[in-house]
């Protein structure tokens, strides 16, 4: 393997880069268009895959349609399902290190990140394998107007549409898919075309487990022809990560025809820091999450709100702490951050940087590309100091390693500055007083909080307020969105509710 280029190293993980798995086969392109991607560290081809067109689109629709409609897979037991779920899991566990090849060579997470949050997908098929077991798929009520048999039976919501973005393809599919084939649902999986590859190792998965055909189909598409999954009336559901922008047109789009969706958006995550925790220590947490997947994480705390009087230590402490954060080679096992994704990446994130300097924000570190990479779409961490919340990088996600360090007048202003967004995915707050940051926690208006850093648990529930998001993805709540419930009013008793 150390012999083979990138390309020629894909195409040992990846057998069929030039087809898309659609009704449990992989099937031949209506047309020859490609969709080359690229390493972000090195600039090079890692694998062209085939592009979906309309006619593609529509037949792995009407694939999960059909065995939706007339297949055993809806009808199986949930237990079943969760056997296969939890066979699928295990299937990716096996081949953990080409998942993070994979990951590495897409988008440019390092191989030591990848390694490590990987366990984040994997444990999504087994809780959702476990929840097959213990949900109440099935409720019994007392009727109160008629009837002697009140059910509440939560039933799949039909075909989903699940559609990934390019930072983080193996965790945000396990959180997708793992839900949605428990419920009983059926998938057409749109994978990113900057980072489609993870799309495909999952669907070679489901071909080596035996899934049922037509349960998963798998298709590389760009926004035209992924729009048309979203209109499509065949599809019941769609469930997005990516961009607010984006999740606003989806949004419009599945409201035109009632459908439902969730979404899983963007944001401007603030870390409130009282005034009794030690500013070095905040630094230290930030700098620790801020260069995971080269800050391209849309729950990434980039605000930092202080007490003004701390805010020069804060800007002191925070870009000594970046100062040391080894950017390089994502595969290198002693880098802490690699590039970001694409060129286009890098080019937006510069143009915030410009932004903030042009509209008077104080450059404390960083801000230009590595004077020692000359090949990969590198940047170094960046620290903005005496930032205004009103400006251009306290406002928009740049989706990249920068952060604006924000001084505020008392607790109260701290608070209203880090609601002051149209987000509300992540937040933090940092004391050594447990009341004061669960009172703080609450005020904030924000999906998740966490007490002393960056913190989330998909295990729990992740999503956001506001432009963040609608519904929420893992655990038990990432569940009910791919389900309707019934409500079932009998005049005698089913036979399984007897014994």
């Keep these: 393997m150390a012999d083979l280029t990138l390309e020629q190293s894909s195409r040992t993980m990846i057998r069929h880069p030039?087809?898309?798995?659609?009704?449990?086969?992989?099937?031949?392109?209506?047309?020859?268009?490609?969709?080359?991607?690229?390493?972000?560290?090195?600039?090079?081809?890692?694998?062209s895959v085939a592009e979906a067109k309309e006619a593609d689109m529509n037949r792995a629709v009407a694939s999960a349609r059909a065995t939706f409609d007339r297949g055993e897979w809806r009808?199986?037991?949930?237990?079943?399902?969760?056997?296969?779920v939890k066979a699928l899991g295990d299937a990716l566990r096996a081949r953990a290190g080409d998942v993070v090849r994979i990951w590495t060579s897409e988008m440019g997470v390092t191989r030591m990140m990848g390694m490590g949050a990987l366990h984040i997908a994997l444990d999504a098929y087994d809780q959702y394998a476990e929840l097959a077991n213990s949900f109440p798929f099935e409720e019994r009520h007392p009727t109160k107007w008629g009837g002697e048999v009140g059910l509440l039976v939560r039933e799949p919501v039909g075909v989903v549409g699940a559609i990934i973005p390019w930072n983080a393809p193996p965790v945000l599919i396990?959180?997708?898919i793992a839900p949605a084939l428990v419920a009983g649902c059926t998938v057409v999986l749109k994978a990113s075309p900057?980072?489609?590859?993870?799309?495909?190792?999952?669907?070679?998965?489901?071909?080596?487990?035996?899934?049922?055909?037509?349960?998963?189909?798998?298709?590389?598409?760009?926004?035209?022809?992924?729009?048309?999954?979203?209109r499509h009336p065949d599809v019941d559901k769609i469930t997005f990560t990516g961009s607010s922008a984006a999740g606003r047109r989806i949004a419009s789009l599945c409201g035109e025809r009632i459908a439902r969706c969730t979404l899983e958006l963007g944001g401007k995550s603030a870390a409130v820091v009282l005034d009794d925790y030690d500013v070095g220590a905040v630094a230290a947490s930030i700098s620790g999450t801020a260069r995971v997947m080269t800050g391209q994480v849309c729950s990434s705390i980039t605000r930092i709100v202080v007490n003004r009087k701390r805010h020069d230590a804060m800007v002191d402490a925070l870009s000594a702490e970046f100062a040391r954060i080894r950017v390089g080679d994502p595969f290198a096992d002693d880098v802490d951050m690699g590039p970001l994704a694409m060129s286009r990446q890098r080019e937006r994130v510069e143009n915030f940087i410009a932004a903030g300097l042009a509209e008077g924000a104080v450059?404390?570190?960083?801000?230009?590309?590595p004077n020692d990479l000359n090949r990969g779409f590198y940047i170094e961490p960046t620290v903005f100091g005496d930032v205004d919340?009103?400006?251009?990088?306290?406002?928009?996600?740049?989706?990249?390693?920068?952060?604006?360090?924000?001084?505020?007048?008392?607790?109260?202003?701290?608070?209203?500055?880090?609601?002051?967004?149209?987000f509300g995915l992540n937040a933090s707050v940092f004391t050594n007083d447990i009341d004061r940051a669960y009172a703080v926690m609450r005020e904030l208006r924000s999906?998740?909080?966490g007490h002393n850093g960056a913190r989330g648990d998909f295990s729990i529930a992740f999503g956001g307020f506001k432009q963040s998001g609608i519904g929420r993805e893992g655990g038990r709540e990432g569940l009910l969105p791919f389900l309707e419930s019934k409500t079932m009013i009998l005049d005698g008793r089913p036979s399984h509710l007897h014994g």
């Design 18 to 47: 030039d087809r898309f798995f659609i009704g449990g086969e992989w099937v031949a392109p209506s047309t020859d268009t490609r969709i080359d991607v690229i390493t972000p560290s090195t600039e090079e081809l890692f694998v």
């Design 389 to 422: 919340n009103a400006s251009t990088i306290a406002r928009e996600e740049i989706f990249g390693p920068v952060i604006s360090i924000i001084p505020a007048d008392d607790e109260e202003q701290a608070v209203a500055i880090a609601n002051d967004t149209i």
């Design 363 to 369: 450059l404390a570190c960083g801000g230009r590309r």
């Design 194 to 230: 900057e980072a489609p590859a993870s799309a495909y190792f999952v669907a070679e998965m489901a071909e080596r487990i035996g899934l049922p055909k037509g349960v998963l189909n798998v298709v590389t598409a760009d926004r035209e022809v992924s729009e048309l999954l979203v």
């Design 75 to 84: 009808r199986l037991g949930h237990a079943e399902r969760g056997r296969y």
């Design 174 to 176: 396990a959180y997708k």
């Design 447 to 449: 999906g998740t909080v």
